[in-house]
């Protein structure tokens, strides 16, 4: 098992970040994002990251350069990625195909993959902003890159690839896609990629006239209900769930319930309640669960195969945190399930006609928590030609949102790993609950110091 010495310092050396266009000449056109897409909720940047080793049989064979030329490749058919967002009349958001590029970054690193990787992962990403540097300037959502790639090299071989996706643009599943589309160009792809990515955003445009049949629990506006000591400091931590931790959550269940609950449903529930614990919050209050839905499946919305659009919805139900924090696990569970049950695409039709009548309100920030399960998104599949990475998931969570991503051990065991943004002493109430609920650390292979890195230009 790869150990942290406390003195481990590593140092990245940046060239200056540079724009990649696509290797042909695109469309000039505005194309509006769908309802669904510009909603406040998706106006961030969301992180993730995926780390491979050394591949002897790509010896000789430069990542950075590899990544940059399949990048314009795959920039001619997703061209949108290239331009800029502007906002119309009534916010609406709309893609400027101007072919300025994305932001990418060569990078090289004087550590080894398997110091910062290898049956571990460090708490919260603490080195992320090394691997994946916020060019200034460029984390607005209007006007700016929609895309910045980091390529790593490390001194064993190995290399990461960090992205970070304006949201408004796609959901994981949309970013996967286009993902797919540069590793198929980087082992070799010579014409299209195999699955054509569809626009056609009207797609989810809300209907005329609108009509919202849904009591949207996620889009409610209510009283601050975080003390404001909770607020100061936040910190970024990572938990990791192999099967004995799940196993332990679930005998926290009935029977009836261990034998038809999901481990989204046995994790979500058991961190849903930690963490209405951990916050300290009024009993008679009431916070919600909201997990993120999404649409591709359903069978009363029928995506077109190919479109890299978000489809996702999140709705959210409502318990008093009395109930929650003194009620046995089952009760958290029964809430995730009828959250989850929401999901169908009238919900999501019902989401974009909110979006316009609403005025695109964000979603509920008080008493909210988010969990998006991104463990089957396929980020740790995508092969540039260095095989599929030892982790590929996301890299970072915020204070409302927890990402879910998949990681094996150094048995080749499956678990989960979930990222955790909370105020710092909330955190430590948090990481206390959780044991009474795993009867053990938690952390596991993820408990270790922070690293230091000293970055140069």
């Known amino acids: 098992m790869a150990s942290f010495p406390r003195s481990l310092v590593f140092t990245v050396r940046r060239k200056e970040p540079r724009l990649v266009l696509p290797s042909k000449s695109t469309p000039r056109e505005l194309k509006q994002l769908s309802d669904i897409d510009d909603q406040e909720g998706l106006r961030f940047q969301v992180p993730v990251i995926m780390f491979y080793k050394r591949k002897l049989s790509m010896e000789g064979e430069d990542p950075v350069k590899v990544i940059r030329e399949a990048l314009a490749e795959a920039l001619v058919f997703y061209y949108p990625f290239a331009g800029r967002l502007i906002e119309g009349p009534n916010r609406k958001l709309m893609v400027d195909c101007t072919s300025e590029g994305v932001l990418f970054i060569e990078a090289d690193a004087d550590i080894e993959v398997n110091q910062l990787i290898g049956d571990t992962i460090d708490p919260g990403f603490s080195y992320l902003d090394e691997l994946l540097h916020d060019v200034p300037g460029s984390e607005g959502i209007l006007g700016c890159p929609l895309l910045l790639i980091q390529v790593t090299r490390f001194r064993c071989g190995g290399w990461a690839f960090a992205i970070r996706l304006n949201h408004t643009m796609s959901d994981t599943l949309g970013l996967v896609q286009f993902l797919t589309t540069i590793a198929e160009f980087t082992r070799g792809a010579e014409d299209a990629p195999s699955v054509p990515p569809v626009w056609q955003r009207e797609f989810l445009a809300a209907r005329q006239p609108p009509f919202i049949p849904f009591q949207h629990h996620e889009y409610e506006q209510?009283?601050?209900?975080?003390?404001?000591?909770?607020?100061?400091?936040?910190?970024?931590?990572?938990?990791?769930?192999?099967?004995?931790?799940?196993?332990?959550?679930?005998?926290?269940?009935?029977?009836?319930?261990?034998?038809?609950?999901?481990?989204?449903?046995?994790?979500?529930?058991?961190?849903?309640?930690?963490?209405?614990?951990?916050?300290?919050?009024?009993p008679q209050k009431t916070v919600r669960i909201s997990c993120a839905a999404n649409g591709r499946g359903k069978h009363d919305l029928h995506v077109p195969r190919g479109y890299y659009g978000n489809v996702s919805a999140f709705p959210a139900i409502v318990l008093r945190v009395g109930m929650i924090s003194t009620s046995s696990l089952e009760y958290a569970v029964e809430g995730v399930k009828k959250a989850k049950a929401i999901m169908t695409g009238e919900y999501l039709r019902s989401v974009a006609d909110l979006m316009v009548t609403?005025?695109?309100p964000l979603y509920t920030v008080s008493g909210n928590y988010i969990v998006s399960d991104m463990t089957r998104v396929g980020l740790d599949t995508i092969d540039?030609?260095?095989?599929?990475?030892?982790?590929?998931?996301?890299?970072?969570?915020?204070?409302?949102?927890?990402?879910?991503?998949?990681?094996?051990?150094?048995?080749?065991?499956?678990?989960?790993?979930?990222?955790?943004?909370?105020?710092?002493?909330?955190?430590?109430?948090?990481?206390?609950?959780?044991?009474?609920?795993?009867?053990?650390?938690?952390?596991?292979?993820?408990?270790?110091?922070?690293?230091?890195?000293v970055s140069k230009l």
């Open 358 to 360: 609403k005025g695109r």
């Open 384 to 453: 540039f030609g260095w095989g599929k990475p030892v982790y590929g998931g996301p890299a970072r969570a915020f204070p409302l949102i927890s990402f879910y991503g998949r990681f094996k051990d150094h048995k080749g065991e499956g678990g989960t790993v979930v990222l955790i943004c909370l105020p710092e002493a909330a955190m430590e109430r948090f990481q206390e609950e959780l044991k009474k609920m795993t009867g053990e650390h938690v952390d596991g292979p993820f408990d270790y110091k922070p690293i230091k890195v």
């Open 222 to 282: 209510v009283i601050d209900t975080i003390p404001d000591d909770n607020k100061k400091s936040m910190i970024h931590k990572s938990f990791y769930f192999g099967l004995k931790e799940i196993r332990a959550i679930r005998s926290h269940l009935p029977p009836h319930h261990r034998s038809t609950s999901s481990t989204f449903d046995v994790l979500t529930a058991c961190l849903w309640r930690c963490r209405t614990c951990a916050l300290g919050l009024d």
